[in-house]
């Protein structure tokens, strides 16, 4: 498949079966994760692979969109890390740790996995759920895991704006 055809098909999964994810195909989504673009390569991405069922029940008490997955990546970056642009001084992190995720998501696609963006949870109780720092700033979370036989996209999944309400030119 390729790339255009790849991101097309990749929809949101939110049923999985209950097969762990091999070591390998997560070897390799931690891979993509540390090959994605970031602003300066500063990298400033920091990823919390849950995959125990302990981490798992604390992941359900930190949202409701697990959807049975066995793998769950909570995708955060550090703030301290981030680059800083000079003009504004808004720093990339949000940016860089969605361009990971972005790229977390496409390579489970290829490999035959299913994922969902999630950014419905409560980001200071996966906080104390995780004892994560306060200089990590929770952005995403990303369950993992082969879809379930009756998984579907969703309704609105094939609802795509046209090109001409998303892309403006410059005038000439």
């Known amino acids: ?20 994810v091999e070591k390998e195909k997560l070897d390799l989504i931690i891979e993509a994760l540390r ?17 125990s069922e302990e981490g798992l029940r604390k992941m359900d008490q930190v949202t409701p969109c697990r959807f049975g997955a066995p793998l769950v990546l ?3 970056y550090d703030s301290e890390a981030c ?14 740790a969605s361009i990971v995720t972005a790229q ?4 489970a696609a ?15 109780k996966a906080r104390q759920e995780f004892g994560i720092p306060e200089n990590l700033i929770p952005v995403a ?4 895991g082969y879809p ?19 892309v403006f030119f410059e005038r000439m």
């Not at 977390?104 to 390579?107: G, K, N, R, S």
């Not at 290829?110 to 200071?124: Q, R």
Request: hydrophobic share 45%.
């Open 141 to 144: 979370v990303l369950p993992l």
């Open 110 to 124: 290829d490999l035959g996995l299913g994922s969902t963006w999630v950014m419905f949870f409560d980001a200071a």
């Open 83 to 96: 680059w800083v642009r000079p003009t504004d001084k808004q720093d990339s992190g949000f940016v860089d």
């Open 1 to 20: 498949m390729n790339f255009r055809e790849l991101a097309a098909a990749r929809y949101s999964v939110r049923k999985f079966k209950t097969d762990p």
């Open 148 to 166: 379930a036989p009756d998984a579907a996209p969703s309704d609105f999944h094939a609802q795509r704006l046209p090109a001409d309400k998303l």
């Open 104 to 107: 977390a998501m496409l390579q």
């Open 35 to 51: 090959n994605a673009p970031t602003a300066a390569n500063r990298q400033p991405q920091r990823v919390l692979v849950v995959a």
């Open 74 to 76: 909570l995708i955060c």
